[in-house]
């Protein structure tokens, strides 16, 4: 089973601030299959990428993904007061496995 | 644009069953593929299985394999989740979700994409 590490378990930013999160995988995935989803309290999670780096409908250019083999990058350029939230990566072949999340919180 | 609803908060006794619906509006209900995902309180997402009601055969996370079944219908436009011998540990919120797309890899098996439309949860609990 692929194992999504995640980090770091929370980030604690300001608002205007960049944030930078991390996915690792157990073993090399095609990041065809990740995808990235936002979280806040009370709500189901939100598609914001998939295929690594792909923003799903709706989603601002704010949010961008990259990453390759094992390693994986979710990065919010400025963060907005709506950004602060939980975000997990997700891997949807073989495993079909979330990461445990990284929360963002206000600083 | 296409929204799941699903059914309401349940409390279940351990060794109980639950059923869980999640109604879909829009069209081509029976291409979609639909997945149930799982989120005990405070922790993370665990995907349970999930259906494309075409085929008419679910595919689960084998974890759960031989206590989860996940059904369609598609006149009604409704997935179920089925859990049986329910355990405390199996209190959480049940999500469904659809696919943005799905297909299948080189061995066969099926692939269910990013999902890109949640219903709103549904709490279940488990307690004596």
């Known amino acids: 089973e692929i194992v999504l590490t995640q980090s770091p378990g929370t980030l604690s930013l300001s608002p205007g601030e960049r944030a930078t999160l991390s996915c690792r995988a157990s073993q090399s995935v095609n990041s065809s299959y990740l995808a990235w989803y936002q979280q806040k309290p009370g709500q189901a999670p939100r598609l914001l990428l998939h295929?690594?780096?792909t923003r799903a409908t709706g989603i601002p250019d704010r949010f961008s993904g990259s990453g390759s083999g094992t390693d994986f990058t979710l990065t919010i350029s400025r963060l907005e007061p709506e950004d602060f939230a939980v975000y997990y990566c997700?891997?949807?072949?073989?495993?079909?496995?979330f990461g445990r999340g990284t929360k963002v919180e206000i600083k | 644009q296409v929204q799941l609803v699903q059914s309401g908060p349940e409390v279940k006794k351990p060794g109980s069953s639950m059923k869980v619906s999640c109604k879909a509006s829009?069209?081509?209900?029976?291409?979609?593929?639909i997945s149930w995902v799982r989120q005990a309180p405070g922790q993370g997402l665990e995907w349970m299985g999930g259906?494309?009601?075409?085929?008419?055969?679910?595919t689960y996370a084998q974890r759960f394999q031989g206590r989860v079944t996940i059904t369609a219908d598609e006149g009604t436009r409704t997935v179920y989740l089925e859990l049986s011998s329910l355990r405390s540990d199996d209190t959480a919120v049940y999500f469904c979700a659809k696919s943005t797309s799905w297909g299948y890899d080189s061995s066969g098996s099926r692939i269910f994409y990013a999902f890109d439309i949640w219903g709103q949860g549904t709490m279940i609990t488990v307690s004596s």
């Open positions: 295929g690594a780096s």
């Open positions: 997700h891997h949807f072949h073989t495993s079909r496995t």
């Open positions: 829009g069209d081509t209900f029976s291409t979609y593929a």
């Open positions: 259906i494309i009601p075409i085929f008419d055969k679910g």
